[in-house]
């Protein structure tokens, strides 16, 4: 009886070891691949009525030869004033929509015939801070899968981050934050689960004691 009990622990164990490494393994690829064709700024501070500038970079780039990227803004508080390119896009064709901009949002293309490659700056958005502002700003990006590729026609993919515009008011008040996209942290989540796993398994050993004791 002892040895049944023994054997059907150890095969709890390694049950339970065979799915936190397989876990582990996937959260490590997910935390690689997020990581890959990042585009973002950096969060930007300004006053009611100013005009800010923000420059849109790209990390850990795989290659492009096209894009097309949609700005999303409050029309209300923001006026976008022009989008320039960026140091990274040198050659090529660049355009945006903000002339026909009418509902808070333009898109900014580009399209080249080869593959730009490394990291660097893409485009530069200026925007117009409307004096009645009072509340921090959420500018998001987004980009358009079928007009994003490389030079051998396969669609790239880009992971995209809001842009968070802190806004003091005319009367120096600083608005209220707006909060970033949420961020989760696959290494806390995969810390959690080893401690659970290991909870798991001193449970498994006291009841394993307890069948011993019994016998």
């Given at each position: 009886m002892k040895s049944k009990a023994l054997l059907k622990f150890l095969a709890y164990v390694f049950t339970l070891i065979i799915v936190s490494t397989a876990i582990s393994l996937l959260f490590m690829t997910t935390a690689s691949s997020a990581e890959i064709n990042m585009i973002s700024a950096d969060k930007v501070e300004t006053k009611a009525g100013e005009v800010v500038q923000i420059p849109v970079r790209i990390v850990n780039n795989t290659g492009f030869m096209g894009f097309s990227f949609n700005i999303h803004f409050d029309n209300r508080f923001l006026t976008p004033l022009s989008a320039n390119r960026g140091q990274l896009l040198s050659n090529g064709i660049f355009d945006d929509s903000i002339g026909v901009n009418q509902t808070g949002i333009f898109k900014v293309l580009f399209?080249?015939?080869?593959?730009?490659?490394?990291?660097?700056?893409?485009?530069?958005?200026?925007?117009?801070?409307?004096?009645?502002?009072?509340?921090?700003?959420?500018?998001?990006?987004?980009?358009?899968?079928?007009?994003?590729?490389?030079?051998?026609?396969e669609e790239v993919h880009f992971q995209c981050k809001d842009v968070i515009v802190n806004v003091e008011?005319?009367?120096?008040?600083?608005?209220?934050?707006?909060?970033?996209?949420?961020?989760?942290?696959?290494?806390?989540?995969?810390?959690?689960?080893?401690?659970?796993?290991?909870?798991?398994?001193?449970?498994?050993f006291s009841q394993y004691n307890n069948q011993t004791e019994r016998m």
């Open positions: 399209s080249s015939t080869t593959d730009i490659i490394g990291d660097g700056e893409l485009f530069v958005l200026h925007f117009r801070v409307q004096k009645n502002t009072v509340n921090n700003q959420k500018i998001e990006i987004s980009y358009n899968k079928a007009d994003s590729f490389n030079e051998r026609w008011s005319s009367s120096g008040e600083i608005g209220t934050e707006t909060p970033e996209s949420e961020n989760i942290n696959v290494f806390q989540r995969l810390i959690a689960f080893i401690q659970r796993f290991f909870e798991t398994i001193k449970k498994l």
